[in-house]
């Protein structure tokens, strides 16, 4: 199974980052000719976020290509050899799989009010149907999902150091953007939160 995921890794890397970033965020620009990504270099806790976020995925990206094109420098990650176990690495691939379908289901029931970032230039309506039904922010759940299968799937320090920034990062950028919905659906808002939990 191990030389299997040595390539299968980085296939589902890129297609994760097709499917759930790039491709969502076209379909909305091509429909309302709003560009989704809305992460600026200005010196804002949102877009220091934002610049954390990126470097927290071009360094998920670099374990999984050093454990695919330079296995004998993986060793350098720390290996958590006790979580190595064939059953962890099943449960992290069933979590990676479940992790894309919930995310690109999420990301389709936003629609154009999808965004990266908080946009304060276009408000969006306020999403409570689908899966906003049962969790106020059900891609980040589905991005706390995948940063553990990936965990369980590649065992190792640097990963785990990757799970708890990311963890972080998370629970900081969900709470500036419920100050956002607040500042923009008011009542309407604070209604869904009283209904919805923040997970689940």
Not at 56 to 75: C, E, N
Not at 87 to 103: D, E, H, K, M, P
Not at 147 to 152: R, T
Request: overall charge positive; aromatic content about 12%; proline content about 4%.
């Amino acid at each position: 199974m191990n030389n299997l995921l040595r390539y299968l890794l980085p296939l589902y890397l890129v297609l994760y980052l097709a499917i759930a970033f790039f491709w969502r965020s076209f379909l909305v620009w091509r429909r309302t000719g709003v560009n989704p990504y809305v992460l600026g270099n200005k010196s804002t806790a949102h877009d220091l976020i934002g610049r954390l976020f990126k470097l927290l995925f071009l360094t998920a990206a670099l374990v999984i290509l050093i454990h695919t094109f330079a296995p004998p420098w993986y060793q350098y990650l720390a290996p958590i050899d006790w979580l190595g176990h064939p059953a962890v690495t099943l449960a992290g691939i069933i979590l990676l799989a479940f992790s894309l379908i919930w995310v690109v289901i999420a990301q389709a029931q936003m629609g154009s009010a999808w965004r990266i970032g908080i946009d304060m230039n276009h408000p969006t309506e306020l999403i409570q149907t689908g899966l906003f039904r049962v969790s106020r922010n059900p891609i980040f759940l589905g991005m706390r999902v995948n940063l553990i299968g990936l965990l369980f799937v590649l065992p190792n320090a640097a990963m785990l150091a990757i799970v708890v920034v990311g963890e972080v990062m998370i629970q900081i950028q969900i709470r500036l953007e419920e100050e956002h919905l607040t500042r923009v659906h008011g009542e309407l808002y604070l209604e869904y939160c009283r209904g919805t939990r923040r997970w689940l």
